[in-house]
C-alpha cells in the first residue's frame, strides 16, 4: 500500500524554526515528486511547492518562494518542509501528498500536520 | 483570491445530481491536466478524479469529471448524505510554474 506518514502536531513561538517530516513507503519514493499543501483554518487549500526526490529537483509557488524550504532524504524516503523563522500566520495544516510529474495530480496524501505558532 | 474560481457552495437532495464548476484560463485550464479532490470534515483531501476525467481506482462511477476550454466540471450523480464535503480543482498553471487549487465548493446533501 502506497502510504505517506507524516510528523506530528507543533506548536512553537514566533521567530522559532522548524522542520517537519514526510515518509514514504509501498512504492518507489527515488522515481516520484512529493508536494507540500498548505491549509489555513477555515480556508481552502495552497499549493507551496514539490520535489523530485532522486535529484532534488525542486519547484516553489511564487507564493512560497523565500518563505520555506522544501528537502528530502532518498535514503530514509522523507520528504520536509522547513521554516527558519515562524510567524503567526504560518498557523495551519500541512500535508505532504505523492504527485506526478506537472503537478497534475496528487495522490495519496499524508494525514497533515498541524503547526500552530503563538506566543 | 484563487487562480481558479469555483462556486462556494452547492447543494441537493439525495438522489439528484450536481455539477461543480472550476474556472480558469488558458495558462492552467486551459492547456493542462484538472484534478479533483474530495475533503471530508476532519480529513486529508482525496484524489477523486485525474487528468481531466479519469476516476482513481475505487471511486464509484456515480463521480464523473469533464473539460471544456478553460472550464472544468466535477459531476456527482445519485447523492449521498456520505457525499457531504469540500470539493476542490487543481491543476497545473505554466505561467506561475505552480500548480493552483480552487477555493474549494461545499456539498451539502439536504
Redesign the interface.
Given at each position: 500500500e502506497v502510504q505517506l506518514v507524516q510528523s506530528g502536531a507543533e506548536v512553537k513561538k514566533p521567530g522559532e524554526s522548524l522542520r517537519i517530516s514526510c515518509k514514504g513507503s509501498g512504492y518507489s519514493f527515488t522515481s516520484q515528486w512529493i508536494?507540500w499543501?498548505r491549509q489555513m483554518p477555515g480556508k481552502?487549500?495552497?499549493?507551496m511547492?514539490?520535489i523530485y526526490t532522486s535529484d532534488s529537483d525542486t519547484?516553489?509557488?511564487?507564493s512560497f518562494q523565500g518563505q520555506v524550504i522544501i528537502s528530502a532524504d532518498k535514503s530514509i524516503t522523507t520528504a520536509y518542509l522547513q521554516w527558519s523563522s515562524l510567524k503567526a500566520s504560518d498557523t495551519a495544516m500541512y500535508?505532504c501528498?505523492r504527485?506526478?510529474v506537472?503537478?497534475?495530480?496528487?495522490?495519496?496524501?499524508?494525514?497533515?500536520t498541524l503547526v500552530t505558532v503563538s506566543s | 483570491q484563487s487562480v481558479l474560481t469555483q462556486p462556494p457552495s452547492v447543494s441537493a437532495a439525495p438522489g439528484q445530481k450536481v455539477t461543480i464548476s472550476c474556472s480558469g484560463s488558458s495558462s492552467n485550464i486551459g492547456n493542462n491536466y484538472v484534478s479533483w479532490y474530495q475533503q471530508l470534515p476532519g480529513t486529508a483531501p482525496k484524489l477523486l478524479i485525474y487528468d481531466n476525467n479519469n476516476r482513481r481506482s475505487g471511486i464509484p462511477d456515480r463521480f464523473s469529471g469533464s473539460k471544456s476550454g478553460t472550464t472544468a466540471t466535477l459531476a456527482i450523480t445519485g447523492l449521498q448524505t456520505g457525499d457531504e464535503a469540500d470539493y476542490y480543482c487543481g491543476t497545473w498553471d505554466s505561467s506561475l510554474s505552480a500548480g493552483v487549487f480552487g477555493g474549494g465548493t461545499k456539498l451539502t446533501v439536504l
Open positions: 508536494g499543501v481552502g487549500l495552497e499549493w511547492g514539490m519547484r516553489y509557488s511564487p500535508y501528498a504527485s506526478s506537472g503537478g497534475r495530480w496528487f495522490d495519496p496524501w499524508g494525514q497533515g | -
